[in-house]
């Protein structure tokens, strides 16, 4: 009987044994399993990871490409400084309360009276900043992803916030860090300010975009040369490893296997140098010519190349000043400072270029086939068009193409374009071939555009008057231009009538002078070039406003320099008038119309091309006409050759081409008194 029941219970416990010897196969099948997976397939993985708890990787900064003048002068460089930073989550050590347990490192966010502790330490400009000192760390420390990570929060220490913080490091705790970095130095300051620019903070937006791979606290190009350049200036960052321990402090002695754990080192790539067309020395004489002027710009260029030799805004800000943060109350100072020292007056902003235009006006008419040039017209200081008097600037007489230019004779023009010879869709073609109303292509500090009316445009408007065809022909109305785009006009005049596109780079280097990239002239073909008879009518009547004793800017001629030139006064709006009316209080007359002049010399073979503009300066000859004449002086003496012709006596005036003879040598069809086919 007991041998029966033994049978029976082996019958039920047999099947049992072999489900629980499958099962354990199974568990351990999947046990091996696993370890090769994390043994083998996913052992190096969980090795760098295992490596990462005694490994603190950190980013070297590389050093920012440099900016040098034309002669080799830096304009922009490095310094070193000092960045504090700091981790709004640090990880800490918590003891356990079963004695039996290790520690666990668990990250616990600042406390307000730890950032408070920090903040102290600090020398702030003003409240606000202090308030975006402390919101920046609470922004980190809210941000359970990346607060875990030291972020820089105050760069550029002073040497006293350095001893402060250093002194206390110990005391707060691992999670403040100083780290050696560099800063941005500008060894000329607001000489070379909208030119080379400034470099801060990348904004939230510019992170955002996921463009070139910035951190938060990165620094880039805001404005000028850092700005447009700043793929070529940023340089690659580099990497440091070393061994630390559960606080993440470095190991002074590391064992050699965790030594031999750690990844390469990489080192940093500077930026690369970019050198400019600037001729510093120029700048100095062209920013000193404005001493006494307390808004306006001045470009020159090479007529022959496009090449920029200088340009300078008035007012300018000292961009080291954007290195550290300044305060509210000065930023808003500069703000609301109707001189509005934030803008570059060069290329920034457009206005009614005056006088100045009148070049490209009587272009427009040279190419009307009924037009006579010697024509004559007489002025006598007005004309009544449309129930309204377009005044001139005093009774001309009778005066014909070249006498109107000389002269500057806006009657003269107000006829051409009631008789529609200067219609606005002629003086567009024009005003568009001479690169007028479009930007030029130098591609710094957002260019603007200029305008240009056509009777297509008024008309959607609803502006088009034929007073508005009078006034354009005299570069007022609804023409804009900026000081850039006429530098280029008559620049182009003095190379014979070919539009260049302005340049300001002339190359670009690495660190150890490897060639990168280098400028080279660029005419701008799709603009027509000048008719070579047309550009020679103008060109002698530019002559003669600088030395024919009837010319408007006869009073600043050079005595031993022949410049050709063209003075410009442009009115202001009665808008303009009112708005800035505060200003006077300051010594700022802006019931004053704005100032111009260009040219270039020396008129028989140009080597440089200069435009001055004087906001509120009055009359061109008077304000801008002095600054214009300074630099191209200066210039032209640098590079005189002694033994070429004699200088001229001061005080003489030069032969005037067309009358005096010197054009004899020209076909009788080009001679520069003469359009071919006209009566001579």
């Known amino acids: 009987m007991s041998e029966l029941r033994k049978h029976e219970d082996l019958r039920v416990i047999l099947p049992r044994l072999q489900v629980m010897s499958l099962l354990g196969a199974l568990i351990f099948i999947a046990l091996q399993a696993r370890l090769c997976q994390l043994q083998i397939l996913e052992g190096e993985h969980y090795t760098r990871r295992a490596e990462r708890n005694f490994t603190d990787e950190t980013v070297v900064e590389a050093p920012r490409g440099r900016i040098f003048a034309s002669g080799g002068e830096q304009v922009a460089t490095n310094r070193p400084a000092y960045t504090l930073f700091v981790t709004p989550r640090p990880r800490i050590t918590v003891e356990s309360d079963d004695p039996k347990k290790p520690p666990v490192g668990v990250r616990q966010p600042l406390s307000d009276a730890q950032i ?164 510093l020395d120029l700048q100095r004489i062209a920013r000193e010519a404005f001493a006494d002027k307390p808004a306006g710009a001045l470009v020159a260029l090479e007529p022959a190349t496009g090449k920029i030799l200088a340009m300078v805004s008035v007012p300018a800000i000292d ?24 803008i570059d007056r060069t290329v920034q902003e457009h206005f009614f270029p005056g006088s100045t235009y009148k070049v490209v006006s009587a272009l427009a008419a040279l190419d009307d086939p009924t037009f006579d040039p010697a024509r004559e017209i007489t002025c006598d200081g ?62 710094i500090n957002s260019e603007a555009k200029g305008r240009i009316p056509t009777e297509a445009f008024e008309a959607r408007e ?87 004793p009837a010319g408007t800017a006869y009073s600043q001629r050079l005595p031993n320099i022949t410049v050709a030139g063209k003075t410009g006064t442009a009115q202001v709006g009665a808008d303009d008038r009112r708005r800035l009316k505060a200003a006077q209080g300051i010594g700022w007359d802006t019931t004053q119309d704005h100032a111009w002049f260009a040219a270039y010399a020396p008129a028989e073979d140009p080597k440089i091309a200069v435009v001055a503009f004087v906001e509120h300066g009055g009359v061109g000859a008077d304000a801008a006409a002095p600054i214009a004449m300074r630099v191209i002086e200066h210039y032209l003496s640098r590079s005189a050759d002694p033994g070429s012709a004699p200088l001229r006596p001061p005080g003489v005036a030069p032969a005037l081409p067309g009358q005096r003879g010197d054009d004899s040598a020209l076909p009788r069809g080009q001679r520069l008194g003469q359009r071919p086919g006209a009566v001579p």
């Open 319 to 342: 961009p080291n000043r954007w290195q550290q943060p300044i305060p509210r109350a000065e930023y808003l100072e500069w703000a609301q400072s109707p001189f509005k020292p934030f």
């Open 116 to 279: 408070d502790e920090v903040a102290a330490l600090i020398d702030f400009v003003d409240d606000a900043d202090r308030e975006a000192f402390i919101t920046a760390i609470h922004a980190g420390r809210a941000d359970e992803r990346s607060g875990i990570y030291p972020m820089p929060v105050r760069p550029n220490l002073s040497w006293q916030e350095y001893a402060r913080v250093q002194t206390r490091r110990a005391a707060l705790g691992d999670w403040l860090e100083i780290r050696e970095t560099a800063r941005r130095h500008y060894p000329r300051g607001d000489l070379t300010a909208f030119l080379t620019g400034y470099v801060g903070e990348i904004s939230q937006e510019g992170l955002a975009s996921g463009v070139g791979a910035y951190r938060p606290g990165d620094r880039v190009g805001k404005t000028g040369v850092e700005r447009q350049w700043e793929n070529y200036l940023r340089g690659r960052l580099g990497k440091r490893s070393r061994v630390v321990d559960v606080h993440g402090r470095g190991v002074a002695s590391p064992p050699a296997e965790a030594l031999a754990a750690l990844p390469p080192d990489e080192d940093p790539i500077p930026g690369q140098d970019i050198f400019l067309t600037i001729d």
């Open 382 to 443: 007005f004309i009544k068009y449309g129930g309204r008097k377009f005044k001139c600037t005093h009774k001309h007489g009778p005066v014909d193409l070249h006498r109107a230019i000389v002269q500057s004779c806006n009657v003269y023009f107000y006829t051409l374009a009631i008789e529609d010879t200067l219609s606005l869709d002629r003086q567009e073609i024009f005003a568009r071939r001479t690169g007028l109303g479009e930007r030029s292509g130098l591609g």
């Open 462 to 548: 609803g502006t088009y008057q034929r007073g508005v065809q009078l006034n354009s022909a005299i570069g007022q109305g609804n023409v804009n231009a900026t000081v850039l785009q006429v530098a280029v006009l008559y620049a182009a005049i003095a190379s014979g009538g070919q539009v260049m596109t302005p340049y300001l780079i002339d190359r670009i280097q690495t660190h150890d002078r490897r060639l990168v990239f280098a400028s080279a002239p660029q005419p701008r073909s799709d603009l027509d070039r000048i008719v070579a008879s047309d550009r020679n009518r103008v060109h002698a009547a530019l002559i003669g406003v600088v030395n024919d």
